[in-house]
């Protein structure tokens, strides 16, 4: 925490972006993640866990703006079809 000091100059937009995100994209999140932890299969919990961050570049674009890089959109899409993939195989078992 000392390395955030001084906090940066910022509107009541941005920080009202940031209290939601903090709360709702990873506290309610994870409350529904621990609670379905319950029912499912440890591969769908930790595919779970995996697309949250992959999914972030695209919250961060769809609420303030910052178009993610070609990587970034690349790497997503290589994590989202390996999990679809994956998804797949393991319906036919």
Known sequence: MPFAW????AGGGE???LIYLGVVQIGVAY???TTAMRTL???EVSLLLLLEPVLNPMWTWLVRGEAPGQWVIAGG???IGATAVQGIIASRE
Do not use: E, Q, R, V
Request: glycine share 6%; aromatic share 12%; charged share 5%.
């Open 77 to 79: 899409a290589l994590i």
């Open 15 to 17: 920080w009202g972006t």
């Open 6 to 9: 001084p906090f940066p100059d």
């Open 41 to 43: 299969p440890a591969l």
């Open 31 to 33: 409350i529904c993640l």
